[in-house]
């Protein structure tokens, strides 16, 4: 079944059954939640593999956001509301109308490859009611890990 837009997978999850009931345990409790590890360590498998199992508990949706492509900051909005749907209608910043629209709703936004942007952690957390979860490898803020 696919849940939300999460792509299919064609290959079996393997294994990590206590990182995906922690991963499940804390998206309860924060409001962000980051999954960092070396290159091809397995952090979007196990992102959306958690992601997957969360639908009953993001009854307002469960989305990935793929940062991957990004330039610059600015984009990610972009991104974000095209995922969303959500329109930029050019009555106040579209990180706002993001925020307007994700409150009251409860969503999951898996935000991959988002450690090249370590900077709008702070922004997203305080603007969204609720938490993204978000993995990339880790890399000093400034590089890019992908
Ligand atoms: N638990 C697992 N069961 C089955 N396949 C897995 C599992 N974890 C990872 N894989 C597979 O291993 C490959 C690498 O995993 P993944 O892309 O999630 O790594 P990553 O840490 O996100 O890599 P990157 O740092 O490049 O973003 C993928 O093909 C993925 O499907
Ligand atoms: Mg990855």
Known sequence: MIVGNLAATFTSFVGRREEVAEVRRLLGAARLVTLTGADGMGKTRLALEVAAASA???????????????????????????TLAVADVGTRPLVELLAAHLSGRRVLLVLDNWSIWWGLARS?????????????SWRPPGRRSV
């Open 56 to 82: 009953k508990a993001f009854p307002g949706g469960v989305r990935l956001v793929d940062l991957a492509s990004m330039h610059e900051p600015s984009a990610v909005a972009d991104v974000a509301a095209g």
């Open 124 to 136: 997203w957390r305080s603007s969204c009611c609720r938490p993204p979860l978000s993995c990339g």
